[in-house]
């Protein structure tokens, strides 16, 4: 389903902690937007639906909704730091093209 490297899963552990409540998930997502159709969307969340697919990795829980889950099937997620800047990468064999800025993608 969603693999997270191991810098992506300190990354986001380390931005939990700096939350007062912590969060008990994360949520990946995809919504429609951007110039190729379709957006990444991450976001820290306390409520579990029955419907979401729950993957856990190395303690960090990350909840992916039925929809987003077609999109995101083999997805790989890391964090990078370069001299432009830093954030998450989604690394996603199912994209077949993305807009010139890479903030959006189509399947």
Same mark, same amino acid.
């Given at each position: $389903?969603?693999?997270?490297?191991? #810098?992506?899963?300190?990354? #986001?552990?380390?931005? $939990?902690?700096?939350?007062?409540?912590?969060?008990a998930a994360l949520r990946v997502a995809v919504v429609g937007g951007g110039c190729s159709g379709f957006q990444y969307h991450m976001a820290f969340d306390n409520n579990q639906n029955s419907t979401d697919n729950v993957v856990e990795v190395d303690g960090l829980k990350v909840l992916v909704d039925q929809m987003s889950?077609?999109?995101l099937n083999g997805v790989e997620i890391d964090y990078i730091e370069t001299l432009? =800047?830093? =954030?998450?990468?989604?690394?996603?064999?199912? #994209?077949?093209?993305t807009c010139g800025c890479g903030s959006s993608f189509s399947v």
């Open positions: $389903m969603i693999h997270l490297t191991p #810098v992506a899963v300190a990354k #986001v552990k380390e931005i $939990m902690d700096q939350q007062n409540p912590r969060p889950l077609m999109y432009e =800047g830093a =954030g998450f990468k989604f690394n996603n064999p199912n #994209v077949k093209s």
